[in-house]
């Protein structure tokens, strides 16, 4: 099983890579017109990552990764939501620059993230990588979640007007779900998923840093 998942962690080092690398070249190369259209150049890309993904809860379940469920389960249904429910189905909010902002960050979260574990899938540690792994999603994460409510908030106008998901029932039933009521209950869940992330962000970090720490404090 850590063949099948060194090769899991390679394939998503390889996807979030090129997507990062098509993003600094393309801003590199056209600027801020570049911004506009992140969504038509690497979200195909992205969405296949995203999707892909949904196999680390299995990992999971199946016991083959020994990461706490939920946290994982929270981060990648945050993901999921986004990115198909409320980006993939407006058309409109595809060419905001708030796409831009959070591939950015999460795909720099992830190439971190699944190059310190294909690395630790061989036994091989550096220090820096692994203090690199451990801190930068505890700034990043939550600068994700406020962009992730940014692009919610920008997508509502959208859903009202358009009445994408949105569902009336005719009369005997006279049952009906207004879709951006749904959005804005999500918001709140989304904050509270955080701040349990946020918590055990720390605790793994000072599960895998804390020792260090201290001997650097000592001497």
Known sequence: MSNYLFVYDLVQFCGHSWIFTNMIIRFMSFGKDSLADTFYSIGLVM?????????????????????????????????????????????????????????FLWNLLDV??????????????????????????????????????????????????????????????????YFPYVLKTYLPLLFIGMCFNIQNLFSERKAHLGTSDIKRKRS
């Open 47 to 103: 969405r296949l990552c995203q999707l892909l993904s949904v196999l680390e809860i299995l990992h999971i379940l199946t016991g083959i990764d020994k990461s706490r469920l939920l946290p994982r389960f929270l981060q990648i249904t945050e993901r999921i939501i986004v990115l198909f429910v409320v980006i993939n189905s407006q058309e409109e909010v595809q060419g905001k620059y708030i796409v831009c902002i959070l591939f």
């Open 112 to 177: 971190v993230r699944y190059t310190y574990n294909m690395l630790a899938r061989m036994g091989i540690y550096y220090p820096a990588l692994t203090w690199l792994n451990f801190s930068l999603c505890v700034p990043l994460y939550p600068l994700s979640v406020l962009a992730k409510a940014f692009a919610i908030c920008v997508s509502l106008p959208y859903f009202e007007s358009f009445g994408t998901y949105s569902i009336e029932l005719p009369f005997p039933l006279a049952f009906s779900i």
